[in-house]
């Protein structure tokens, strides 16, 4: 069975720091890009930051709101893509899902229709 679990959010004030994982199981990790996306109440979902199958060398991408302070990484010896998140703002705030691709070998993207199995998502709240 194909499936994603989030874990590591929480409430943090402004600059700290907060690491999220996703575990995956029942697919091969590097044969599918992974994203993060985000929720904000009452805002559209946006993509956090994704990284690429292995054919596409893994590759790493952004969204300008985050680019140098998240960072995204994969380890396949624990089938898990994680986000760490670093001088978070309040603007961070919004529950945090993980996604695989829809199509295996895929170059990874920010455009959720992209992706076709998501998480339940993890609570992330940036208040002082």
């Known amino acids: 069975q194909v499936q994603l679990v989030e874990s590591g959010g929480g409430l943090v004030q402004p600059g700290e720091s907060l690491r999220l994982s996703c575990v995956a199981s029942g697919f091969a990790l590097d044969d599918y890009a992974i994203g993060w996306f985000r929720q904000a109440p009452g805002k559209e979902r946006e993509g956090v930051s994704c990284i690429s199958s292995a054919v596409y060398g893994r590759r790493l991408i952004y969204a300008d709101s985050v680019t140098g302070r998240f960072t995204i990484s994969k380890d396949n010896a624990k089938n898990t893509v994680d986000l760490q998140m670093n001088s978070l703002k309040p603007e961070d705030t919004g529950v945090y899902y993980c996604?695989?691709?829809?199509?295996?070998?895929?170059?990874?993207?920010?455009?959720?229709?992209?992706?076709?199995?998501w998480g339940q998502g993890t609570q992330v709240t940036v208040s002082s």
């Open positions: 996604a695989r691709a829809r199509d295996r070998w895929s170059p990874g993207s920010l455009k959720d229709d992209w992706y076709g199995v």
